[in-house]
C-alpha cells in the first residue's frame, strides 16, 4: 500500500479528485482506499481536513412559485388585478396565489398621485 501522507509522496490533483468523485457517488471509504492505493484512515483524515464533500443543491419542487411567477404575482398586485385574475393569467389556482400573498406583506399598496 502507498503511504499518501508522506511529505513528497502525496496524491496528484486528479487523484484527489478522483477520491472526490467516488465518495460523491456512494462508495465506501473502505473501497476508495483500495481503488486508489492509500488507507481508509488517510482518507477519512482528507476529508475531516475538508469539512467533507460540499451539500448538494436542492431542487425546487415543480408546486412552489417560480421567481418568474413571484415576479408576475407583484406585477398584478401593483396593477390592481385580483388575485383571480392572476392566478388564471398563470394557469395555476388561485389559492395559490392567495397562499403565496398572504405571508409576504398582502396586496401592495400603490400612492396614489394627486392630480
Known amino acids: 500500500m502507498r503511504r499518501c501522507g508522506d511529505p513528497g509522496r502525496g496524491l496528484s490533483v486528479a487523484e484527489r479528485l478522483?477520491?472526490?468523485?467516488?465518495v460523491a457517488t456512494g462508495e465506501t471509504f473502505v473501497a476508495v482506499a483500495a481503488a486508489v492505493g492509500?488507507?481508509?484512515?488517510?482518507i477519512q483524515r482528507q476529508?475531516?481536513?475538508?469539512?467533507?464533500?460540499?451539500?448538494?443543491?436542492?431542487?425546487?419542487s415543480p408546486l412552489g412559485v417560480s421567481l418568474g411567477e413571484r415576479e408576475e404575482?407583484?406585477?398584478?398586485?401593483?396593477?390592481?388585478?385580483?388575485?383571480?385574475?392572476?392566478?388564471?393569467?398563470?394557469?395555476?389556482?388561485?389559492?395559490?396565489?392567495?397562499?403565496?400573498?398572504?405571508?409576504?406583506?398582502g396586496a401592495v399598496q400603490v400612492p396614489?398621485?394627486?392630480?
Open 18 to 22: 478522483e477520491i472526490r468523485q467516488r
Open 47 to 60: 476529508f475531516i481536513g475538508t469539512g467533507g464533500l460540499a451539500p448538494q443543491a436542492q431542487a425546487r
Open 73 to 105: 404575482i407583484s406585477r398584478g398586485l401593483r396593477a390592481g388585478d385580483s388575485r383571480r385574475v392572476i392566478a388564471r393569467r398563470l394557469g395555476r389556482a388561485p389559492s395559490m396565489v392567495s397562499r403565496y400573498v398572504a405571508p409576504n406583506g
Open 38 to 42: 492509500c488507507s481508509t484512515k488517510w
Open 112 to 115: 396614489r398621485l394627486a392630480g
